[in-house]
């Protein structure tokens, strides 16, 4: 297992070396999502991939930040690729575009809780925030026809952004959260909102 800083960015990544090499790549353009909207990290973050499968709150996940520790756990892309059935991500299997998306999504969650405003942030709030990273850190092509697929519109004004619309399909939160971030005359305020939040988000209007 190697541990290697990612050149030129606040990261280390511990796992075989593809691997590293994988998520540094990865670690490109999620960071430089997350700077335009005014999100750097102030601490460096470690990222160890694990060969086995990540239980989150009782579920199985791709990955966990470790808030106290500064410390990501992520699944490796052997270990994900082993997953019987073969795992999919917005109805897509897993494959090294979407794995990258996955780091962007993680990394998401780190940096935001290094700037969170409140002493915790809720879930619905993170997940919003990571998502849309998520999407827009892949290539334009891919990210439209995920768009596209989920046939739906972002959140509007008065929507609750909760945990349970995402635990019904969460494609669609996926899909409504990058299209209402990224649509927005005022990314800054939103990203401030999500900061603030400790539980459900309901965005007013621009």
Not at 30 to 58: H, K
Not at 110 to 126: E, F, L, N, T, Y
Not at 127 to 153: F, K, M, N
Not at 155 to 169: C, F, H, K, Q, R
């Amino acid at each position: 297992m190697d541990i290697r800083p990612c050149d030129g960015q606040p990261v280390e990544v511990e796992g075989d070396s593809r691997d590293v090499d994988v998520v540094c790549a990865a670690s490109v353009a999620a960071l430089a999502r997350l700077a335009e909207l005014g999100l750097v990290p102030e601490r460096p973050i470690r990222v160890v991939l694990v060969d086995a499968g990540i239980v989150y709150n009782g579920h199985l996940a791709y990955g966990q930040y470790d808030g106290p520790h500064e410390r990501l756990e992520l699944m490796s892309p052997a270990a994900i690729a082993s997953q019987q059935p073969p795992p999919t991500l917005f109805d897509q299997p897993i494959d090294d575009v979407l794995y990258a998306g996955l780091v962007a999504h993680e990394l998401t969650h780190a940096v935001a809780q290094q700037h969170m405003r409140a002493d915790k942030i809720g879930s619905p709030a993170q997940e919003y925030l990571a998502y849309a990273v998520q999407l827009a850190s892949l290539p334009d092509e891919r990210r439209e026809a995920i768009v596209a697929a989920a046939g739906v519109r972002g959140w509007e004004a008065g929507d609750t952004v909760s945990n349970i619309y995402l635990g019904l399909n969460v494609h669609r939160f996926a899909v409504k959260s990058h299209l209402h971030l990224y649509a927005h005359p005022e990314r800054a305020r939103v990203v401030e909102t999500v900061l603030s939040s400790r539980g459900n988000v309901t965005f007013t209007a621009p």
